[in-house]
């Protein structure tokens, strides 16, 4: 996800608000071209925000990928439009603005676009992007609302084009063991969970900024917790108890919470005790049951390094790339017509337990979460 400094924060907002204005003037839904896709054709993918995930993890893994590959880039900086397609071999007609991203529809070459962009933009992203006829990727947290949530999912069925969220974790195979090992009842009934996912952050960045982050360490970091313990028990929370931590640096945290801890009760019994925090070092993550336990005991929600044991032993699962793995499911998603195991509903599904955790924290009280 991108991690623009004050100054090209504001520059970022300035141009979108340009652009929207374009869009309310003149664009809408245009009729869709099915390209025909050559047997065995990998899918073109254009990264839409080039801030550090990108740069840094999905960039480098399109090069790993076997069923698509980078095709294209969308960003607001021309200059980094220009490192990008000279180190990656990029067409000029595949570099793209904000502003005239919808010349994408005439582009056979593109047929995903991957928002990486912080999440209170997604929704425009997304909703632009269907309209031209591309399958969408959004980074999570999905949106920084269900109601935006539910805008993209209507605006991807509408355009008849596939959305997938960025949930690399479901396909490392440490996580996949640990659904395994539960789904298949070999721990037993699930019993409890607990989790922390937190570091100390240095400068200011979106994700401290209400309007673009949505909140704060929960948003970024506690997603994974919630995440984690509905791929445990497959199942969905059905209350939550939260209590945001006082602040120890309250103007820095001055738009969005600092630290919070929350109880995620679930239907069959289950609990799950976690906590997040943008002022603190923790990463673990442990499920138990009542004939055995996943315990991951470092990296639980890192790109590599996990540290993971069970009551069966330690795992050795070696390391994936994890974000070539998810981007080469969705390609193959697209070109087969399959549902993608990582569907808007599901971002839109954590939202709703993220919203039942602030409402908690607010008010102090056990809040039901609400699906539907």
Not at 37 to 45: A, I, M, N, Q, T
Not at 285 to 306: A, C, L, T
Request: hydrophobic share 35%; aromatic share 8%; net charge positive.
């Amino acid at each position: 996800m991108k991690k623009p400094n004050s100054h090209s924060r504001r520059e970022f907002i300035k141009r979108l608000s340009l652009s929207a204005a374009g869009i309310a003037a003149g664009i809408h839904s245009r009729s869709l071209t099915i390209w025909a896709k050559p047997e065995g054709r990998k899918l073109g993918v254009a990264l839409l925000g080039l801030g550090r995930y990108s740069s840094g993890q999905l960039g480098p893994a399109l090069l790993e990928t076997k069923k698509c590959y980078l095709a294209g880039v969308v960003t607001g900086h021309p200059e980094k439009a220009e490192k990008w397609a000279a180190q990656y071999n990029l067409k000029k007609s595949n570099l793209y603005n904000y502003e005239n991203m919808e010349r994408m529809a005439d582009n056979p070459e593109i047929d995903i676009v991957y928002v990486v962009t912080p999440p209170g933009l997604h929704p425009e992203f997304t909703i632009r992007a269907s309209r031209i006829g591309k399958h969408v990727i959004s980074e999570k947290p999905m949106a920084t609302s269900v109601a935006d949530c539910e805008r993209m999912i209507a605006a991807c069925k509408t355009a008849k084009v596939k959305l997938g969220i960025g949930y690399r974790v479901h396909y490392d195979p440490y996580h996949k063991e640990m659904v395994r090992l539960s789904s298949a009842n070999e721990l037993g009934p699930l019993t409890k969970m607990s989790g922390e996912f937190s570091f100390v952050m240095g400068q200011r960045e979106f994700r401290v900024d209400k309007k673009l982050g949505g909140g704060g360490a929960m948003m970024d970091l506690g997603i994974y917790i919630i995440h984690a313990a509905c791929m445990a028990t497959g199942n969905v929370p059905i209350s939550v108890t939260a209590h945001e931590e006082p602040k120890l640096r309250p103007d820095f945290f001055n738009e969005v919470e600092e630290t919070i801890s929350w109880t995620m009760d679930f239907p069959n019994g289950a609990s799950c005790e976690a906590r997040t925090s943008f002022n603190r070092n923790e990463h673990h993550f442990r499920i138990e049951g009542k004939k055995g336990w996943v315990d991951f005991k470092k990296q639980p929600f890192g790109y590599h390094g996990i540290v993971c044991e069970s009551s069966r032993g330690p795992m050795d699962f070696g390391s994936i790339n994890q974000q070539a793995a998810q981007m080469d499911d969705f390609a193959d998603c697209v070109l087969t017509g399959r549902d993608t195991p990582v569907p808007g509903e599901l971002g839109r599904r954590d939202l709703q337990i993220i919203t039942a955790i602030y409402e908690s924290a607010s008010t102090g009280k056990k809040v039901p979460v609400r699906m539907g």
